[in-house]
């Protein structure tokens, strides 16, 4: 089960890889339940997102019920929020580096929480890491950041 996703380059049938300097569309699928195990409810996959400064997150809607809206709480400063319609397809193109949580509405206090971390994240990493969640949600970002903890220790030592 992949829950974390890094900026990848595509791969034409020829083998040959296309790198790309520019700004890459990234996916998050919001369902009920996940495809891979159906033990897990109301889920953004990939919930953990690594990407460039410029790239987009679309958010696309899997099974009807849920939306995209960012934590106020953990937006780095100077960057704007968002909060789609509910069963709407949605982007957003991340033009500030930090660290931005979110979550679905309706289903926040039963953890359908998510991460993505943007160019250098660490401005408002801590803070983001400390904004106070209840229910399923606080357990669900506490793994979050474990493995963001990972990542971003492995990106450093690049």
């Known amino acids: 089960m992949q829950l974390l996703a890094e900026s990848q380059t595509a791969e034409p049938e020829t083998g ?8 890459v569309s990234h996916e998050v699928h919001m369902y009920s339940k996940h495809p891979e195990d159906s033990k ?17 997150v679309k958010f696309i809607v ?5 939306n995209s809206v960012s934590d106020k709480n953990m937006l780095p400063e100077g960057a704007d929020g968002w909060k789609s319609k509910l069963s709407k397809e949605f982007e957003i193109t991340l033009t500030t580096e930090g660290t931005y949580g979110y979550f679905c509405l309706p289903h926040r206090s039963l953890g359908m929480v ?15 890491k400390d904004a106070k969640q209840r229910g399923k949600a606080k357990t669900v970002y506490k793994d979050i950041f474990e493995r963001a903890d990972v990542m971003i220790a492995a990106k ?3």
Do not use: M
């Open 62 to 66: 899997e099974d009807k019920g849920h």
């Open 114 to 128: 998510g991460l993505i971390l943007v160019g250098d994240a660490s401005g408002n990493y801590q803070t983001a």
């Open 16 to 23: 040959d890889a296309v790198v790309s300097d520019g700004p």
């Open 40 to 56: 897990l409810r109301n889920v953004f996959v990939p919930d953990l997102l690594q990407v460039k400064l410029g790239d987009t």
């Open 156 to 158: 450093s030592e690049r």
